[in-house]
Nanobody
Framework: VQLQASGGGLVQTGGSLRLSCTDS????????IGWFRQAPGKEREGVGC????????YYEESVKGRFTISRDNAENTVYLQMNSLKPEDTAVYFC???????????????????WGQGTQVTVSS
């Protein structure tokens, strides 16, 4: 079962959006969720990640202090709160699952699976 990212939209510079990552087939077979994004003509890049068990989070430098990842285990949902959005945050955002529990930072994208369709975030200048 794939994960589903939702909540994208069009927002002005400085605005906020909250994305959701939902697992409709919760199986307890993964330990972390990662958020990624891909802008037109660019490679996919990591945004941040969360350990499901203890909620520890890690972020890429470009979003530190602006983005926050959280989880609601009862709802099988992970959130990406995005504040102070910039035009360079425009991308399709994806979430994916990993079996890796990390204490040093987000695992590489190759450690993730269950990629679903992303959600478009557009930040206007």
């Amino acid at each position: 079962v794939q994960l589903q990212a939702s909540g994208g939209g069009l927002v002005q510079t400085g605005g906020s959006l909250r994305l959701s990552c939902t697992d409709s087939g919760f199986t307890l077979d993964y330990r972390g969720i990662g958020w990624f994004r891909q802008a037109p003509g660019k490679e996919r890049e990591g945004v941040g990640c969360i350990n499901i068990f203890d909620g520890t989070t890690y972020y890429e430098e470009s979003v530190k202090g602006r983005f926050t990842i959280s989880r609601d285990n009862a709802e099988n949902t992970v959130y990406l709160q995005m504040n102070s959005l910039k035009p360079e945050d425009t991308a399709v955002y994806f979430c994916a699952a990993t079996s890796v529990y990390t204490t040093y930072g987000c695992p590489p994208g190759t450690e993730y699976g269950r990629w679903g369709q992303g959600t478009q975030v557009t930040v206007s200048s």
